[in-house]
């Protein structure tokens, strides 16, 4: 009997660009060491990662990193 592998929730949107003033990715608000070990870390983790992401994504914007406003 085979297990059902429950796939990884991911933030990613496969635009993978690191600012270098901040850390962030431009495409999720991830850290590399986050993303390097997003497979590895735990649901919780992950988690906690994911309730960041807004707050993050927001400063990179405010900081023009993410081009001009809409």
């Known amino acids: 009997m085979q297990k059902s592998v429950k796939p ?3 933030p ?3 635009v993978c660009a ?3 003033q901040t ?3 431009l495409g999720c608000g991830r850290t590399l060491k986050e993303i390097g ?3 590895g ?3 919780t983790d992950r988690r906690t990662v994911m309730e960041e ?4 994504m927001e400063r990179l914007k405010k900081l023009g990193k993410l081009g001009p406003a809409a």
């Open 8 to 10: 990884i929730e991911t």
């Open 37 to 39: 070990g997003w497979s």
């Open 41 to 43: 870390l735990s649901d």
């Open 18 to 20: 690191v600012d270098g």
């Open 12 to 14: 990613c949107r496969k």
């Open 53 to 56: 992401l807004d707050a993050r």
């Open 23 to 25: 850390g962030l990715c």
